[in-house]
């Protein structure tokens, strides 16, 4: 099992509506996650982290499932410039979360 | 405004060639890491440094190096050993007790000629 995976998607989504997509991980002893944003050809940006159960922000709910060691990203009301790939990016214990490993990013492209 | 900088913006290797790409930060922040993209895949870690004068191999270190002379300054040499270096480098800084917080420069496009 891949230490972080993402579905690649692209996800297609009309204006205004809900999305969601998920971010599995390997290590049982992870204990933050997080989730950054990276527009085409830019750098990333961190859009939310999570410690415990869940955290939102305005349109955006991250939740943690360690039963099932996965956590989601939803997007409620979706808008164009919400365009851009999402980063799962999950520390590593092992490193003394030093050091981070990445999923390879879930496209998604908000349709008018 | 504080930052980080990373320069050039595009950088062209020839065959056998030493190249250079530099990373500089005034947000005061101790530790600094490199990380290369390439298409399909997640950012991997070349090298990091947790304090000047000290660095750490990442998990894809062979054919780079790096140096920690200031707390600012990052620089990564992409030597003639490195025989894929086309990607796209990304630097990034963080407060040491915030390590999974990373902040990132605009990057630097690498092309092979």
């Known amino acids: 099992r891949k230490e972080v995976e993402q579905d690649p998607g692209p996800f297609n989504v009309p204006e205004g509506a809900t999305v969601a997509f998920n971010c599995t991980y390997s290590?049982?002893?992870?204990?933050?996650f997080f989730w950054y944003r990276q527009d085409c050809r830019k750098e990333p940006k961190l859009l939310m982290s999570?410690?415990?159960s869940g955290n939102e922000d305005g349109r955006f709910t991250a939740q943690l499932n360690r039963a099932s060691q996965y956590i989601s990203l939803l997007i409620r009301d979706s808008k164009l410039s919400d365009s851009a790939t999402y980063l799962c990016?999950?520390?590593?214990?092992?490193?003394?979360?030093?050091?981070?490993?990445f999923g390879t990013g879930t496209r998604l492209t908000i349709i008018p | 405004d504080g930052g980080i900088t990373q320069s050039p913006k595009y950088l062209f290797r020839k065959e056998g060639q030493n190249v250079t790409l530099s990373c500089e930060q005034n947000?005061?922040?101790?530790?600094m890491y490199w990380y290369r993209q390439d298409p399909g895949q997640g950012l991997r870690l070349i090298y990091y440094?947790?304090?000047?004068?000290?660095?750490q191999k990442g998990d894809i270190a062979e054919g780079y190096s790096v140096s920690r002379e200031k707390k600012e300054s990052f620089p990564l040499t992409v030597t003639s050993a490195q025989k894929n270096p086309t990607a796209f480098y990304l630097c990034?800084?963080?407060?040491?007790?915030?390590?999974?917080?990373?902040?990132f420069g605009p990057g630097t496009r690498l092309l092979v000629l």
């Open positions: 290590n049982s002893a992870s204990q933050s």
């Open positions: 990034a800084s963080s407060i040491q007790e915030m390590q999974e917080t990373q902040y």
């Open positions: 947000l005061n922040h101790d530790a």
């Open positions: 990016v999950v520390p590593r214990p092992d490193f003394g979360n030093e050091k981070l490993t």
């Open positions: 440094s947790q304090i000047v004068n000290d660095f």
């Open positions: 999570v410690y415990s």
